[in-house]
């Protein structure tokens, strides 16, 4: 018997996390089996209802983030937080690779003390990896505000743009090419 939408959706927990570009953290994390569904967003700052433009001004304090629906019997939060840190460099305040701006800096938004102590332990863990200090923000998730629809699935949908042939495919290639030797 196939389970219903319903009863997937019930056995799914979520996680938001930005790492630079959304379109980029998006497409990485739909490699992993256990992820149901990413959805790109914004959180983290203090305006209702942001739009991508007005995030784009740094003025909103809003990151660009993912909300990752997943299945926590196939993937745990300790290995999403542990491949948060394969996708995007920790280490670098407000920017990743060529973007720079508050929007793109790392961040965790967690929703309750279970994921908070989950954070805590993979940064600390994670950081014996780096040799510059990590500087992720940890913060309590107030809203996540889901961008606007061409923004959702932007890698899948738009392959050739130029964005994604020079940023988004090398990493998703990394990451694949790592995950396979796993």
């Known amino acids: 018997m196939t389970a219903t939408p319903t009863a997937l959706l019930a056995k799914t927990q979520t ?7 959304f379109w980029c953290t998006e497409a ?3 490699l992993l089996p256990g992820v149901h569904s990413v959805t790109s967003g914004y959180a983290g700052g203090s305006t209702p209802r942001p739009s991508y433009e007005a995030v784009c001004t740094g003025e909103t304090g809003h990151a660009e983030v993912i909300r990752i629906r997943y299945n926590p019997e196939k993937i745990s939060l300790a290995q ?8 995007h460099d920790p280490t670098t305040p407000n ?3 060529a973007d720079v701006g508050t929007q793109y800096r790392s961040i965790i938004l967690y929703q309750d003390a279970e994921q908070k102590a989950a ?8 950081q014996e990896n780096f ?14 505000w889901p961008a606007e629809d ?3 699935d932007y890698f899948a949908k738009n392959p050739h743009a130029g964005y994604c042939r020079v940023v988004i495919a090398p990493k998703v290639s990394k990451l694949k090419k790592a995950r396979a030797g796993q």
């Open 15 to 21: 996680l938001v996390l930005g790492g630079g570009c």
């Open 28 to 30: 990485a994390y739909k």
């Open 80 to 87: 999403l937080l542990d491949f948060f840190w394969e996708a």
């Open 95 to 97: 920017r990743q690779g």
């Open 119 to 126: 954070a805590e332990t993979a940064i600390a863990r994670a």
């Open 131 to 144: 040799a510059r200090p990590i500087v992720t923000e940890l913060v309590p998730l107030e809203k996540f």
């Open 150 to 152: 061409y923004h959702q």
